[in-house]
């Protein structure tokens, strides 16, 4: 799996966008990003995943460079509960682990 | 059941002992992933099933550990000779290999204490 790069930290303002940064230079044609959050105490949650197209769902955004070297994603309207680590990963699909680094601390503040 | 599910959600256990952690994945996931997560640290790989077999086991730190899927569905996390270092939350995911774009659903995880 390639390797990604985040910032260890960052705050955003109740009801503002959060946008969580990743570099990923040396992923592969075959590898997707994929962003993961997680509460405290809880196990990691999936959030959304691209290729090289940008994305959006539910939860979040995904917009990928046309590179792909690197991505960002954003949470249109933070909420407190979005107070968490959000990490980010690139690897091919279906194709075994995931490897995790130590992600983005996001703390919401009111 | 609806999610991952794993037993024990605490274990708290002497150096030197044995422990057993299992994981119930989701239905029909063929894949199923152990993690290993210390506090303040990203969850680090142990080890991948994919049906009963071990497809990754490149993650367990030593012969300590070991894992087993015999029918394809619940795993079970075997720790021998528990040492200090081996606190931490055990956390599982399961995926569904096909038909899906291979999103990991993780369980609570289960905080192993060695006193």
């Known amino acids: 799996d390639a390797k990604t790069t985040q910032p260890p930290s960052m705050d955003c303002a109740e009801g503002r966008a959060a946008n969580l940064p990743c570099n990923h230079s040396t992923i592969s044609g075959n590898e997707y990003v994929y962003w993961y959050r997680q509460i405290h105490s809880q196990g990691p949650q999936y959030i959304i995943h691209?290729?090289?197209n940008n994305e959006t769902n539910e939860m979040a955004s995904l917009i990928i460079t046309e590179d792909r070297k690197s991505s960002t994603l954003i949470l249109p309207h933070a909420t407190l509960r979005d107070t968490a680590v959000y990490y980010c990963?690139?690897?091919?699909?279906?194709?075994?682990?995931?490897?995790f680094g130590d992600g983005t601390t996001l703390t919401v503040k009111p | 059941g609806a999610g991952v599910s794993q037993t024990p959600s605490n274990k708290v256990t002497e150096k030197g002992k044995y422990v057993e952690l299992r994981c119930d994945p989701i239905s029909g996931h063929t894949a199923l992933y152990w993690y290993r997560q210390s506090l303040g640290q990203g969850p680090e790989f142990l080890i991948y099933f994919q049906g009963t077999g071990a497809a990754d086991d490149s993650g367990l730190p030593n012969d300590r550990f070991f894992a087993v899927r015999p029918e394809g569905s619940v795993s079970t996390l075997k720790i021998q000779r528990t040492e200090r270092g081996d606190s931490a939350v055990y956390l599982c995911?399961?995926?569904?290999?096909?038909?899906?774009?291979?999103?990991?659903?993780f369980g609570e995880g289960s905080r192993l204490t060695v006193l």
């Open positions: 990963i690139v690897r091919v699909a279906n194709a075994g682990k995931s490897t």
């Open positions: 691209g290729l090289k």
């Open positions: 995911a399961s995926s569904a290999s096909v038909g899906g774009v291979g999103e990991l659903f």
